[in-house]
């Protein structure tokens, strides 16, 4: 048997997750910016986790997976059910009864086991979404959508092969949802979406999410998450010069990767697609105070990208004298996004 979804239709993108429930949103007539889905989650963050056995130290800029889908459900009056099991066969089952049913199904995957992405074999990252559309039991093969389009790359490979959509084994799917590899295994997860009772965008909406997200960024009382795990960060990134050069290597990988546009982030560490958000909201409702935090915070994504091309240099030339002025770097970070924080919050309170 075989069954496409041919109402589905793919979009390059910037960030995997919202570009993923965006072309979710589209199939089902429902028009939302990704930029805007970033922000009505609240998905803006920051959480350092430090180096432990057999674990080398990462970081990731927005909410976790979960968390994410929970926050714009409840913003937009809707429900997204994530589902996961142990199970690969019910895993494989729910994802080909959801397509029988006509319905695209947003799973999780480690990006390493994506072929078509060309990304060292060393890399494992999988908090990465695509969308299948598609199957073909005869030829074993799935059809998938990532955030690509033909031309639009989204890494930093010369061997990456870009296009509208891509196919994938039955075995190299499953091998890539049940992967169990640090950083942030996907867990067989896959999403339902229930859009019945979706609510207009209104200044309120937007409001309270920007509020949970100045929380996330300040009201942590864990050293390693908000505002205080970049500063954090800015501390024990100068241990990193102790790491063999391996582990050194694999580490500021990882760093550029969760920092670039290439990781999808939408560039700057999350801070761009935020940004761009805090913009969009401001156009829409005529606030200009959002609209000029909105430009600072890409702004604050300059500096984030300064710093993905000092992790990209460390793993070019394994120079450890860089990490000075990464924490360095850092600590002015953690600055500027702590005052734009501190001006919001007194702003809509």
């Known amino acids: 048997m075989k069954k496409i979804l041919t109402k589905f239709k793919p979009l390059l993108g910037y ?34 986790t430090e180096q432990k056995q057999n674990q080398l130290p990462h970081f990731f800029g927005r909410v976790m997976p ?131 009772g979706m609510q207009e965008i209104n200044y309120d909406m937007i409001k309270a999410a920007i509020l949970k997200n100045i929380d996330n960024m300040l009201g942590s009382s864990l050293k390693n998450v908000g505002i205080a795990g970049i500063e954090y960060l800015s501390q024990k990134v100068l241990d990193w010069k102790n790491m063999d050069d391996s582990s050194l290597h694999h580490t500021a990988y990882d760093a550029f990767t969760m920092i670039d546009k290439v990781g999808s982030t939408g560039g700057g560490c999350y801070r761009k697609i935020y940004g761009n958000f805090l913009r969009i909201a401001g156009n829409m409702f005529d606030d200009e105070f ?38 360095s770097k850092l600590l002015t970070i953690a600055l500027r996004e702590q005052e734009l924080f501190l001006r919001m919050k007194e702003y809509l309170k």
């Open 15 to 48: 960030h995997s997750g919202t570009n993923a429930i965006r072309k979710i949103f589209r199939y089902y007539g429902y028009e939302i910016e990704e930029e805007m889905i970033f922000g009505l989650a609240s998905a803006l963050d920051f959480t350092f």
């Open 66 to 196: 979960v968390e994410f889908e929970k926050n714009l459900s409840t913003a937009l009056g809707i429900k997204i059910k994530v589902c996961d099991t142990l199970s690969k066969k019910r895993a494989f089952d729910e994802m080909m009864k959801m397509l029988n049913a006509g319905d695209p199904v947003m799973i999780y995957v480690d990006v390493a086991y994506l072929p078509y992405l060309k990304i060292p074999d060393f890399y494992h990252f999988g908090a990465h979404s695509v969308v299948v559309f598609g199957y073909d039991d005869e030829q074993e093969i799935v059809y998938i959508s990532d955030r690509d389009i033909r031309g639009f790359k989204i890494t930093s490979s010369h061997l990456e092969e870009p296009d509208d959509y891509h196919i994938l084994s039955y075995d190299n799917l499953i091998l890539a949802r049940m992967s169990k590899e640090k950083h942030q295994p996907p867990m067989n997860r896959w999403l339902k979406f229930s859009l019945a």
């Open 290 to 327: 959002l609209y000029k935090c909105g430009a600072e915070f890409i702004k604050t994504a300059d500096f984030w990208d300064e710093l993905a091309t000092d992790f990209e240099n460390i793993t070019k030339h394994l120079d450890r004298d860089i990490l000075k002025k990464i924490s």
